[in-house]
């Protein structure tokens, strides 16, 4: 059974900082590329950030020099730093591998 665990939301304020953590298992982590999403109520969702089995990045030009995805293939874990954050990042925020999604971890960012 696989399963996408994330984990790491919550309420910060502006210019805080956050660190989500995504935790598989049931998959061979190695192989997939990772990727971030999040979804804002009436909005569509979007694209963070994705992380390939090699380790390549790619940012939406919204969170660009603010977010940092990683992974750590021993751990089955991919990650988000996100720094600087603003209002407008508040969302919740996906993982996702393949086919297969987590249940998603709501991050708040208000003063």
């Known amino acids: 059974q696989v399963q996408l665990v994330e984990s790491g939301g919550g309420l910060v304020q502006p210019g805080g900082s956050l660190r989500l953590s995504c935790a598989a298992s049931?998959?061979?982590?190695?192989?997939?590329?990772m990727v971030w999403y999040r979804r804002t109520p009436g909005k569509q969702r979007e694209l963070v950030a994705t992380?390939?089995?090699?380790?390549?990045?790619n940012y939406a030009d919204s969170v660009k020099g603010r977010f940092t995805i990683s992974r750590d293939n021993a751990k089955n874990t991919v990650y988000l730093q996100m720094n600087s954050l603003k209002p407008e990042d508040t969302a919740v925020y996906y993982c996702?591998?393949?086919?297969?999604w987590g249940q998603g971890t709501q991050v708040t960012v208000s003063s």
């Open positions: 992380i390939t089995n090699r380790g390549s990045t």
């Open positions: 049931g998959i061979i982590f190695s192989i997939y590329t």
């Open positions: 996702h591998a393949f086919t297969y």
